[in-house]
């Protein structure tokens, strides 16, 4: 697993078991979006969560973060 990647599986895991206000951005200033799975290569998010995040509630930026921690399971070897 690259180190971008654990990064954000750590990220999310802290995210998600230490909720507090003001859910932080996954944003890695990596922006380049992966054409075969439609999400930044960088914070795993699709276009539509990028553009959305500033006005989204924190459960919802919660619930980003959840998508991000499936979609990185998905990877091999990613836990």
Known sequence: MNARIKLLVQR???VLTQPRPNVPSPCLSVCVMDPQTDVCAGCWRSLE?????SRMTDEAKRQVWQRIQQRL???SGAT
């Open 12 to 14: 999310a895991e802290q």
């Open 49 to 53: 969560e990028i553009g959305v995040w």
């Open 73 to 75: 399971k998905g990877l």
